[in-house]
């Protein structure tokens, strides 16, 4: 794999910024995009315009069709069995909202519980604290260590005969921690509890397989995965999908509607409502294709090659700190600085083209457990190389200087 | 855009010790600030005399250099004026920010307007501009009293 090959596909990084070479360590709030992707969203508009669904035109056929075709390209890409458990939405956050609250309607009761854990971002627990505020549910929090790992036995022993639903990210946004989901999922198995996973940082570095992991639900986000913005996806098992009620109403998810009855479209449409991101969906194809063309176990070793180099180099910078010491860790480094608050840090390093993000990355419940108000944080994608990292410990080293600190 | 111009040495020395931290005893009025995008948080102790002026001024907070330094410098300047007149610097001090090349108020003396003029810099960097403004939306609230903490993202 040739790094500089493909880094050369991102046009992003022909541009200056701040008149200086881009070293962009923000993938893990969104990707950049390759001009394979760019392309196809701007040639779909120029030459293949049309809305899906019931018009019967050539345009509207060839885009039915390509649509469809990303839907079986994310089937197979996350090696779902059927194509109609790919339900798309405009994000992972709408996706788990989807989940949230058509069960939340159909399985949640007063004096239920649901799980969350300690890492989750806000999107897998704003959700659920809906039902909490209208169904008087219960949320639980599985603890994670000081090393940022879920501590698994806890999570067992939260389970009880009321526990409804478990939602857990499939890797931190902020510690890196890859999490054992499959140990999560036969736990629950066990139980009889369903399990919804938040995949949001784990499809565009890690290889998911869902039929493997046998998770209930899984939801992504596309512009994560070096696509378009406006793409989530949600997968869920058939047989949750069938169950459960629909949650937009509008057009396209109907079968009939009369004055005094209305029934739903078959799967996937049921979730389907309204004109679709339909330009951005079937762009995302290309965006798989983008991850095929490199190769997923390429891409898994070329950041785990920058990622511990990046570990190894930022460990020596003095008064830095990361947060968190996984057992298993993605490209996702949070740290902070001695003296330095992280949104100084974020200025500071954007004056040298050093894209980071600083905050709290909507894991208040993570912060405060590990006592931080907020992080800097380097996440690191396909395109990032030794180099990136080698400015990126610059910059920070110069902080410091600029803040007039020994 | 420059860094010397975001982090001046005033702004650098006040963020490094910042003057007025802590909670004051007898305050009478106090209010908190919370910034959402950063967590950033501000709790500001307010004593009025019976003269209806600053007699003390306060804070408690955990923020970056210019916040830390907007908030450190608000409470020396506004120590002994009345609540009009706080608000009037206040106002001067937001149309710096926003819109204007001075400080506009005659209750400022020139050494202070200089202090003032040092967060002049955030304007280039309009990420930061909340940083700056917290501590003295969060004043304006403990004057006025109000119940609601501020939140950056709820202010004009």
Known sequence: ?406 | MDLKQLYQDIILEHGKSPRNLGRCKDYSHEAKGYNPLCGDKVHVYLKLNNEKKVENLTFEGDGCAISLASASIMTELVKGKSSDEVKDIMNAFLNMIKNNSEIESSYLDDDQKTKLMSLSGVKQFPMRVKCATLSWHTLLSALERKKKDVNTEIID
């Not at chain 1, 405009?90 to 949230?100: D, F, P, R, Y």
């Not at chain 1, 879920?150 to 409804?164: N, P, R, W, Y």
């Not at chain 1, 949001?200 to 998770?215: E, G, R």
């Not at chain 1, 490199?294 to 090659?305: A, F, V």
Request: hydrophobic residues 40%; proline residues 4%.
């Open chain 1, 1 to 406: 794999m040739n790094i500089n090959e493909i880094k050369s596909q991102f046009p992003i990084f022909s541009k200056k910024i701040n008149g200086k070479q881009l070293v962009y360590l923000d993938s893990s709030n969104s990707s950049q995009k390759p001009l394979s992707v760019i392309n196809r969203l701007n040639d779909f508009y120029k030459n293949e315009f049309s809305n899906i669904g019931r018009s019967i035109h050539s345009l509207a056929v060839n885009a039915t069709n390509k649509f469809e075709e990303t839907r079986v390209g994310v089937k197979n890409f996350i090696n779902a069995k059927f194509k109609e458990e790919i339900i798309f939405t405009k994000n992972a956050t709408e996706a788990i909202n989807l989940v949230a609250t058509t069960f939340g309607q159909k399985y949640i009761k007063d004096g239920d519980e649901i799980i969350i854990t300690e890492l989750e971002h806000h999107s897998n627990y704003v959700p659920w604290n809906f039902l909490r505020e209208n169904k008087k549910a219960i949320i639980k929090f599985a603890p994670i260590n000081e090393d940022g790992d879920i501590v698994i036995s806890k999570l067992q022993e939260l389970i009880t005969s009321k526990t409804k639903i478990i939602a857990v990210s499939h890797l931190s946004n902020v510690t890196g921690t890859i999490v054992p989901i499959k140990e999560i999922i036969e736990i629950a198995r066990k139980k009889n509890v369903p399990v919804l996973v938040d995949g949001c940082q784990s499809v565009p570095h890690i290889s998911v397989d869902v039929s493997d992991l046998d998770c209930d639900f899984y939801a992504f986000s596309g512009h994560k995965v070096y696509g378009p913005t406006g793409v989530g996806i949600l997968y869920a098992k058939k047989k949750w999908l069938e169950k459960l009620p629909p949650y937009i109403g509008g057009g396209a998810m109907i079968s009939e509607v009369k004055k005094d009855k209305i029934t739903y479209a078959p799967l996937p449409e049921k979730y389907e409502a309204g004109t679709m991101p339909t330009a951005e969906v079937i762009t995302f194809n290309e965006s798989i294709k983008f991850i095929k063309s490199i190769g997923m176990d390429n891409l898994i070793k070329h950041e785990k090659e920058i990622t511990n180099y990046a570990l190894e180099k930022l460990k020596k910078i003095n008064s830095l700190k990361i947060i968190g010491n996984p057992k298993n860790k993605a490209g996702v480094i949070a740290f902070t600085l001695k003296g330095v608050h992280p949104h100084d840090i974020a200025t500071i390093l954007d004056e040298d083209g050093v894209a980071i993000r600083a905050g709290h990355h909507c894991c208040q419940i993570l912060h405060e457990r590990l006592n931080l108000t907020a992080t800097a944080r380097a996440s690191i994608g396909i395109y990032n190389t030794k180099e990136d990292i080698d400015i990126l410990c610059k910059a920070i080293e110069n902080c410091r200087k600029v803040l007039d600190l020994k």
